[in-house]
């Protein structure tokens, strides 16, 4: 005798509102004359998550252009990585400026 089961699969719809843009943020790092360039790519592949060759691109940007994104998040993800990226810099003794700027 086979035993049978009743499955019933029950679908649940999630809309969201349309025309709601979640504002993004960047997080922006200032070029200094004391912080390494070594470093800031430690930083940028350790913390925000890039490759080699585009932590050097960005890093070289900063240094040439004074400043650069070095990512864009939702404002909450933002100023943590800005809070964390500082908290590295300064124990390792370094005054890198990093900020959040709304795009």
Same mark, same amino acid.
């Given at each position: +005798?086979?035993? &049978? ?6 679908? *649940?719809? @999630? ?21 390494? +360039?070594?470093?800031?790519? #430690? !930083?940028? @592949? ?5 490759? /080699? %060759?585009?932590?050097? *691109? @960005?890093? +070289? *940007?900063?240094? %040439? #252009?004074? *400043?650069? /994104?070095?990512? %864009?998040?939702?404002? $909450?993800?933002? #100023? &943590?990585?800005?809070? #964390?990226? @500082? ?8 005054? !890198? &400026?990093? $900020?959040? $700027?709304?795009?």
């Amino acid at each position: +005798m086979t035993q &049978q089961t009743d499955t019933q699969t029950v679908e *649940k719809t @999630i809309t969201k509102p349309a025309n709601i843009d979640i504002p993004r943020y960047a997080v922006v790092f200032h070029n200094d004359d004391y912080t390494p +360039m070594e470093f800031v790519i #430690e !930083l940028l @592949i350790s913390l925000f998550s890039h490759t /080699v %060759e585009s932590a050097k *691109k @960005i890093t +070289m *940007k900063i240094h %040439e #252009e004074d *400043k650069a /994104v070095v990512g %864009e998040y939702y404002y $909450e993800v933002a #100023e &943590q990585k800005t809070a #964390e990226a @500082i908290t590295f810099a300064r124990a390792n003794g370094h005054p !890198l &400026q990093v $900020e959040v $700027e709304k795009i």
